[in-house]
C-alpha cells in the first residue's frame, strides 16, 4: 500500500516556476514507477512526466519538454516536478500517481498501469 500526498501548488505568473512534491509512505516506494499527471476543466487527465524505479529513465509529454523535469529521492520518500517557463495553458490540477513495477528501469505512461494516486494539487498560470 502506497498513500501520496502532493504539495508545491499555487498561482504564479506565466514565465514563473514551480516545483511540486509528492511525499509517499510505504516501504515499497522505491520499487514503483512514479509519474505526474495534470487534468485542466473539461479535459481528460494526461501524463505530463514519469520516472523509472530506479530513476535512471524519464519521460516528458511533447507540452513539456524542455520546461518540466522530474525526479525522486527514494532516501525522502519524494518525487519531485520543477516546472520552469510556465504557461496559461499549464494551469490544471497536478497528480502524482505510483506503478509498481517489476523492473527498475521501466517508465510507465499509460495512466492504467498506476495503482496509487494522490489527491492532487492545482497549478494556476496567469498571462
Known amino acids: 500500500q502506497v498513500q501520496l500526498v502532493e504539495s508545491g501548488g499555487g498561482l504564479v505568473q506565466a514565465g514563473g516556476s514551480l516545483r511540486l512534491s509528492c511525499a509517499a509512505s510505504?516501504?515499497?516506494?522505491?520499487?514503483?514507477?512514479m509519474g505526474w499527471f495534470r487534468q485542466a476543466p473539461g479535459k481528460e487527465r494526461e501524463v505530463v512526466a514519469a520516472i523509472s524505479w530506479n530513476g535512471d529513465r524519464t519521460y516528458y509529454a511533447d507540452s513539456v519538454k524542455g520546461r518540466f523535469s522530474i525526479s525522486r529521492d527514494s532516501f525522502k520518500n519524494t518525487a519531485y516536478l520543477q516546472m520552469n517557463s510556465l504557461k496559461p495553458e499549464d494551469t490544471a490540477v497536478y497528480y502524482c500517481a505510483a506503478a509498481p513495477m517489476s523492473s527498475p528501469y521501466t517508465v510507465a505512461t499509460s495512466r492504467g498501469l498506476y495503482d496509487y494516486w494522490g489527491q492532487g494539487t492545482q497549478v494556476t498560470v496567469s498571462s
Open positions: 510505504g516501504r515499497t516506494f522505491r520499487t514503483y514507477a
